[in-house]
């Protein structure tokens, strides 16, 4: 090659880098896409989703945005591997139906995560806008809640590849995002899995946790369906420590255990008045109306009609709480949190959607007592107004109390929010599995098996509460471990 050719090459490289740069300029010039929401005034009537998702030209348009990153950190933000890049290219050519199938090799709940994921936190965290650029995102969620959605509309839903059937039978104990992801990947190696759950609808704290609203139950309905097709079978009404026991389970045949069975235990926080009626943990209050049709005045068990509803935390079960009183008709609804609004867990979205929905934020404020009438019904509510001290173990400034600054507030009825501990069914019905002092099970950190091997768990029964795509994660994480396992036998 002469000088000629060799100037004229580098030029025309040039001029492509140019090209490219000013492709990419014109990519971070789109602004991010707006989801449509319903109105609040109408939503607080009704259990509609709240979120409309996204349009099909929305959709490509968000897709368009994506720089396709040699290294794509996005994917480090995801607890389930997915290719981020792969599954919004094909949604920006227009080729919906593989975006879906590029999810669905990873994670078995797309169009679940898609919804209440807290991607801000996770891939949209490490995404190249986020990092460098210093502007919003790529919508990840917003596009694989479309992705998900559109296949289902579409009735081409297809399933994963699968390996021929082995025969080895696997149990899963907790049908939750946890105990899914796990019999999703195992059902793709060949396992004969069955899902074991204790209530009488599956889907764990999908289903009883989080409201419609929220995650209406078709969404979860279908993901379980695509599981039952790939082989899965699922057993409800049935206490793995009761109704079953770990050695019917070897009796039955099942060469491996996932224990997933959540933290479904409630704390509260030893205060008087904890026992007064109308005094509720969350996680009754949520389980009633999301599964027992306690919303309804006719059902055998229906839930109290607070008309000032206090509601004590600022996680994202504490919001849907929240909200779920106010489309039960309460006046005025509050919700009570002993830091700063900077310093709640809850997702920002969620919080948006709360205040826009006409929920009072006391913040650094702490209850210290609940007061009864003669009824032995609270009507009160005692507070300790706080302010924050030194950064704790989590990072989160300390609340410390005003001395003498309390203050007494009317109240009808008290939504205890203030976190859960592990189901001890299991941990209690197994000897020799090793547990911690709060009752989660002790597992290996990188293949998640208990000290008894056979025995593997994940999700909030080891961390002791997490979100819906940290348990997929140890779900995945625990099925790979176990499949090696097995094989290696």
Same mark, same amino acid.
């Given at each position: 090659?002469?000088?000629?050719?060799?100037?004229? $090459?580098?030029?025309?490289?040039?001029?492509?880098?140019?090209?490219?740069?000013?492709?990419?300029?014109?990519?971070?010039?789109?602004?991010?896409?707006?989801?449509?929401? *319903?109105?609040?005034?109408?939503?607080?009537?009704?259990?509609?989703?709240?979120?409309?998702?996204?349009?099909?030209?929305?959709?490509?348009?968000?897709?368009?945005?994506?720089?396709?990153?040699?290294?794509?950190?996005?994917?480090?933000?995801?607890?389930?591997?997915?290719?981020?890049?792969?599954?919004?290219?094909?949604?920006?050519?227009?080729?919906?139906?593989?975006?879906?199938?590029?999810?669905?090799?990873?994670?078995?709940?797309?169009?679940?995560?898609?919804?209440?994921?807290? $991607?801000?936190?996770?891939?949209?965290?490490?995404?190249?806008?986020?990092?460098?650029?210093?502007?919003?995102?790529?919508?990840?969620?917003?596009?694989?809640?479309?992705?998900?959605?559109?296949?289902?509309?579409?009735?081409?839903?297809?399933?994963?590849?699968?390996?021929?059937?082995?025969?080895?039978?696997?149990?899963?104990?907790?049908?939750?995002?946890?105990?899914?992801?796990?019999?999703?990947?195992?059902?793709?190696?060949?396992? !004969?899995?069955?899902?074991?759950?204790?209530?009488?609808?599956?889907?764990?704290?999908?289903?009883?946790?989080?409201?419609?609203?929220?995650?209406?139950?078709?969404?979860?309905?279908?993901?379980?369906?695509?599981?039952?097709?790939?082989?899965?079978?699922?057993?409800?009404?049935?206490?793995?420590?009761?109704?079953?026991?770990?050695?019917?389970?070897?009796?039955?045949?099942?060469?491996?255990?996932?224990?997933?069975?959540?933290?479904?235990?409630?704390?509260?926080?030893?205060?008087?008045?904890?026992?007064?009626?109308?005094?509720?943990?969350?996680?009754?209050?949520?389980?009633?109306?999301?599964?027992?049709?306690?919303?309804?005045?006719?059902?055998?068990?229906?839930?109290?009609?607070? !008309?000032?509803?206090?509601?004590?935390?600022?996680?994202?079960?504490?919001?849907?709480?929240?909200?779920?009183?106010?489309?039960?008709?309460?006046?005025?609804?509050?919700?009570?949190?002993?830091?700063?609004?900077?310093?709640?867990?809850?997702?920002?979205?969620?919080?948006?959607?709360?205040? $826009?929905?006409?929920?009072?934020?006391?913040? *650094?404020?702490?209850?210290?007592?609940?007061?009864?009438?003669?009824?032995?019904?609270?009507?009160?509510?005692?507070?300790?107004?706080?302010?924050?001290?030194?950064?704790?173990?989590?990072? !989160?400034?300390?609340?410390?109390?005003?001395?003498?600054?309390?203050?007494?507030?009317?109240?009808?009825?008290?939504?205890?929010?203030?976190?859960?501990?592990?189901?001890?069914?299991?941990?209690?019905?197994?000897?020799?599995?090793?547990?911690?002092?709060?009752?989660?099970?002790?597992?290996?950190?990188?293949?998640?098996?208990?000290?008894?091997?056979?025995?593997?768990?994940?999700?909030?029964?080891? !961390?002791?509460?997490?979100?819906?795509?940290?348990?997929?994660?140890?779900?995945?994480?625990?099925?790979?471990?176990?499949?090696?396992?097995?094989?290696?036998?």
């Amino acid at each position: 090659m002469n000088k000629e050719e060799l100037s004229a $090459q580098r030029a025309e490289k040039w001029r492509e880098e140019l090209r490219k740069s000013r492709k990419a300029k014109e990519r971070t010039d789109i602004p991010r896409v707006r989801m449509k929401e *319903l109105d609040p005034a109408y939503r607080i009537t009704n259990r509609e989703e709240v979120n409309c998702g996204l349009t099909r030209e929305q959709a490509v348009l968000e897709a368009t945005r994506c720089l396709d990153c040699v290294e794509p950190l996005c994917m480090t933000g995801c607890p389930v591997g997915i290719n981020i890049p792969k599954f919004i290219k094909n949604i920006e050519r227009g080729d919906f139906l593989s975006a879906a199938r590029t999810l669905k090799e990873t994670s078995a709940l797309p169009a679940v995560c898609g919804r209440v994921c807290p $991607q801000e936190r996770q891939c949209e965290s490490k995404c190249f806008y986020t990092q460098k650029l210093k502007k919003e995102p790529i919508a990840i969620g917003y596009l694989e809640r479309f992705a998900a959605d559109y296949e289902h509309a579409s009735g081409e839903v297809a399933l994963p590849a699968m390996k021929p059937c082995n025969g080895v039978k696997i149990a899963v104990v907790g049908s939750g995002p946890c105990g899914l992801s796990f019999a999703g990947d195992m059902a793709k190696w060949g396992y !004969r899995v069955t899902v074991f759950e204790a209530l009488h609808e599956i889907g764990g704290v999908l289903k009883y946790g989080i409201p419609e609203f929220r995650l209406p139950n078709e969404v979860v309905d279908v993901e379980i369906e695509n599981l039952r097709r790939m082989g899965v079978e699922f057993m409800t009404d049935c206490i793995v420590g009761k109704t079953l026991s770990y050695d019917d389970l070897h009796e039955m045949g099942f060469k491996g255990i996932m224990v997933a069975s959540g933290a479904g235990l409630p704390r509260f926080m030893n205060i008087p008045g904890e026992n007064l009626n109308g005094v509720m943990s969350s996680n009754e209050y949520l389980t009633r109306v999301n599964l027992m049709d306690a919303a309804n005045p006719d059902s055998d068990t229906p839930v109290w009609r607070g !008309r000032r509803v206090a509601v004590i935390g600022g996680g994202n079960t504490a919001m849907d709480s929240v909200r779920t009183a106010r489309r039960l008709g309460a006046e005025k609804v509050m919700i009570i949190y002993r830091r700063s609004e900077d310093e709640m867990p809850a997702r920002k979205e969620e919080i948006h959607h709360a205040k $826009q929905e006409g929920v009072e934020f006391l913040t *650094l404020h702490n209850p210290v007592e609940y007061i009864g009438d003669e009824r032995g019904r609270v009507c009160q509510m005692r507070l300790q107004k706080m302010e924050l001290g030194e950064p704790d173990a989590s990072g !989160r400034r300390s609340p410390v109390p005003v001395p003498g600054a309390i203050e007494t507030i009317d109240i009808d009825e008290v939504i205890v929010s203030v976190g859960v501990s592990p189901n001890p069914l299991v941990p209690n019905s197994i000897e020799g599995l090793e547990v911690t002092p709060k009752g989660t099970i002790v597992v290996n950190a990188d293949t998640l098996q208990s000290s008894i091997p056979d025995i593997y768990a994940g999700g909030d029964i080891v !961390r002791g509460g997490a979100t819906v795509i940290l348990a997929m994660g140890d779900g995945r994480r625990a099925a790979a471990a176990m499949h090696k396992a097995l094989q290696e036998k």
